[in-house]
């Protein structure tokens, strides 16, 4: 398995939940890695991707509320969810690339939940 997502489950609206991406060494070498969401009857939708250089990019409906940061002692990218609104319920993917197609690689997806 090259990449594991952890971190889903049922939180309040408001509330706050961390995921994690951990990631093999080659996946982890990408130059891209990120975090996806699909939500029943909707498409995949990026979330937020960051860069082996620390450049970062965020999808507009989470902009102010998610947070993506990657820590390499860990091989680990991390996507911190505040203010979480039910329209965030979705499963969670982590997904790693080079710059052509950032996306490359997927990891299992991990549901989030948010009641109102």
């Known amino acids: 398995v090259q990449l594991q997502a952890f971190g889903g489950g049922l939180v309040q609206a408001g509330g706050s939940l961390r995921l994690s991406c951990v990631a093999s060494?080659?996946?982890?070498?990408?130059?891209?890695m990120g975090w996806y969401r699909q939500a029943p009857g909707k498409q995949r939708e990026l979330v937020a991707d960051?860069?082996?250089?620390?450049?970062?990019n965020y999808g507009d409906s989470v902009k102010g509320r998610f947070t993506i940061s990657r820590d390499t002692a860990k091989n680990t990218v991390y996507l911190e969810m505040s203010d979480l609104k039910p329209e965030d319920t979705a499963v969670y993917y982590c997904?790693?690339?080079?710059?052509?197609?950032?996306?490359?690689?997927w990891g299992q997806g991990t549901q989030v939940t948010v009641s109102s």
């Open positions: 060494d080659y996946i982890f070498s990408m130059q891209s």
């Open positions: 997904a790693a690339g080079p710059w052509q197609k950032p996306n490359s690689y």
């Open positions: 960051i860069t082996r250089t620390g450049s970062r």
